[in-house]
């Protein structure tokens, strides 16, 4: 069975960092590509980032490049996504979500996690 765990959602200041964790299981990590996505209320949900984990490739929507770095550990089957500089309108649920290459379609993906809530005060 394969699952996606998300972890390290939280309240942050504006300014601030945090560290997502998503744990996979019950597929062959290196032959999927992890992308992270975020969904506001109100608002479509939005690809932020994306990794190959065979290759180590990534992908960053333009709104995060240069505050957001994901990375792999394949050892642990676990994508980071490390989170600086955040701003009020980072707050979402992120998701983290596999699929055979990245893309910031989240219809290219067929397995979700659950999502963790991410909320930056100003």
């Known amino acids: 069975e394969v699952q996606l765990v998300e972890s390290g959602g939280g309240l942050v200041q504006a300014g601030g960092s945090l560290r997502l964790s998503c744990a996979a299981s019950?597929?062959?990590?290196?032959?999927?590509?992890i992308g992270w996505f975020r969904q506001a209320p109100g608002k479509e949900r939005e690809g932020v980032s994306c990794i190959s984990s065979s290759d180590g490739s990534t992908y960053y929507v333009d709104s995060v490049k240069g505050r957001f770095t994901i990375s792999s550990d394949n050892a642990k089957n676990t994508v980071y996504l490390q989170m600086n500089s955040l701003k009020p309108e980072d707050t979402a649920v992120y998701y983290c979500?596999?699929?055979?290459?990245?893309?910031?379609?989240?219809?290219?993906?067929?397995?979700w996690g659950r999502g963790t809530q991410v909320t930056v005060s100003s």
């Open positions: 019950g597929f062959t990590f290196d032959d999927y590509a």
């Open positions: 979500a596999s699929a055979l290459l990245c893309s910031v379609v989240p219809g290219y993906f067929g397995s």
